[in-house]
């Protein structure tokens, strides 16, 4: 029978010799026997198992689970319960690192074309960044409710014409009217805005922030802090 030192392992199996070293002083892969110069001798059997341990540490199975799985008697229940667990640890894994990606490339974008960044600038980079997804639902349910009350000015026009039935469509524009003002009034109630030049976060009044020129992601106010006027960013304000 076959009998491999710790180098002959280590090098069979693709690891270094103290990864060997390791494993035997947890207890995980221990020689079959000692020689009588005191050197550590395996078997088939010990070199078949460190194979299995790096075949499981390849899937990302710790240690730990690997000890638990070696000691086990029924392989087949405690692999396929650990394998199980591993899965759902990878998953997570992967959407954590696909969250740190998607907000890696955002930054990227976000930097683009700014000149003379300082940690200020960053940090309104971060402040923009954290709140995006909440000003992207934001924008969808004000987009959702008002198809909504001008659905229903719609269908009263619609039943205006058909039947001559004209009185539906009073209440249906208070409606509409009411909704605009109440989707403006929850919109700028919950979004800030990042002056550019002091880099002062502030909410304008609702008047303001209502009439003012904008972009898609800017609009131009009056900070109270310099009390220049020009393009503010929009962040998610936290409410």
């Not at 960044?117 to 639902?137: C, F, H, P, Q, V």
Request: proline share 3%.
């Amino acid at each position: 029978m076959s009998k491999y030192t710790t180098g002959e392992v280590a090098k069979l199996c693709g690891v270094s010799v103290r990864t060997v070293q390791f494993y035997d002083s947890k207890g995980i892969l221990v020689p079959a026997e000692l020689s009588e110069g005191g050197r550590r001798l395996y078997a088939e059997e010990d070199l078949r198992k460190m194979k299995v341990i790096c075949f499981l540490k390849e899937l990302g199975f710790s240690l730990n689970k690997i000890a638990l799985l070696m000691e086990e008697e029924n392989v087949a229940e405690v692999i396929s319960l650990l394998a199980g667990q591993q899965k759902q640890e990878l998953e997570e894994e992967i959407r954590q690192r696909e969250t740190m990606l998607e907000r890696v490339n955002t930054l990227l974008r976000e930097l683009k074309g700014r000149e003379n960044l300082t940690m200020e600038s960053i940090g309104d980079i971060a402040k923009i960044m954290e709140g995006k997804k909440k000003l992207r639902r934001l924008r969808i349910w004000m987009l959702c409710t008002g198809i909504l009350a001008e659905a229903i000015t719609i269908a009263a026009i619609v039943l205006g014409v058909k039947t001559g039935i004209w009185w539906p469509i009073f209440p249906a524009a208070a409606i509409e009217i009411g909704a605009s003002v109440w989707i403006s009034a929850r919109y700028f109630g919950s979004v800030d805005y990042i002056c550019p030049h002091c880099h002062e976060v502030f909410r304008p009044a609702l008047r303001e922030a209502f009439w003012a020129n904008h972009t898609p992601n800017t609009r131009k106010l009056r900070c109270p802090k310099c009390g220049v006027k020009s393009f503010c960013v929009e962040t998610w304000g936290g409410k």
